[in-house]
């Protein structure tokens, strides 16, 4: 079985950097083709994909935000972490983390954790 | 850049046939895959559709997705509606230069 969880802090203050930990199960992201991919919803909003690694540590950026992310795996391959520079409330939202497969699918989600930017 | 618009809400009544539409900006729709996903309140994005036009296991076939060319559209269908149905839905796809997209969603409400 599949599963992936999102844990980090649940405020930040403005300019601050956070940091988000995915932890998963059921797969290896050694194996090619398997990607782990964050992706965000503000409140009430739609979601944005933020940042992808594939197995092959190949890392990819949402082009708006490449400047203040940083996503990179563990040695162990259990873990996928995404750091974001200069937090500003805007950044509020729900950060998912995915599994992508086969390139284009999003096909299991962690639960979500919320953040929320404020002084 | 590339984007996907979808409208912002459709309703329909219980057991009636509803279609949500995922239009892209630029290129062709067709040159990349579609995939669509459910999102109940409160909880992570499902898939319903992906490869355009396949189910995972566990979707009712109720769903059904498709590509127009024409209008540079993907669409998602759901007959039979259920109350049960009643959630955002997410287009999504991929652009060589913004790489993977979703569309703004649509709220689906069965009456």
């Known amino acids: 079985q599949v599963t992936l969880r999102e844990s980090g802090p649940a405020l930040v203050k403005p300019t601050q950097t956070l940091t988000l930990t995915c932890t998963f199960s059921g797969f290896s992201l050694s194996t090619r083709g398997m990607c782990v991919s964050w992706i965000r919803q503000p409140p009430g909003k739609a979601l944005e994909w933020l940042a992808l690694i594939d197995w092959d540590d190949d890392k990819y950026y949402n082009t708006s935000l490449k400047t203040r992310l940083t996503i990179s795996k563990d040695t162990s391959k259990t873990q996928v972490v995404l750091s974001m520079t200069n937090m500003d409330p805007v950044d509020t939202a729900i950060y998912y983390c995915?599994?992508?497969?086969?390139?284009?699918?999003?096909?299991?989600w962690g639960k979500g954790t919320t953040v929320t930017v404020s002084s | 850049n590339f984007l996907l618009t979808q409208p912002h809400s459709v309703s329909e009544s219980p057991g009636k046939t509803v279609t949500i539409s995922c239009t892209g900006s630029s290129g062709s729709i067709a040159s990349n895959y579609v995939q669509w996903y459910q999102q109940r309140p409160g909880s992570a994005p499902t898939t319903v559709i992906y490869e355009d036009s396949q189910r995972p296991s566990g979707v009712p076939d109720r769903f059904s997705g498709s590509i127009d060319s024409s209008s540079n559209s993907a669409s998602l269908t759901i007959s039979g509606l259920k109350t049960e149905d009643e959630a955002d839905y997410y287009c999504?796809?991929?652009?060589?230069?913004?790489?993977?997209?979703f569309g703004g969603g649509t709220r689906l409400t069965v009456l």
């Open positions: 995915a599994r992508m497969v086969r390139g284009f699918l999003f096909d299991v």
């Open positions: 999504q796809s991929y652009d060589s230069s913004n790489l993977w997209v």
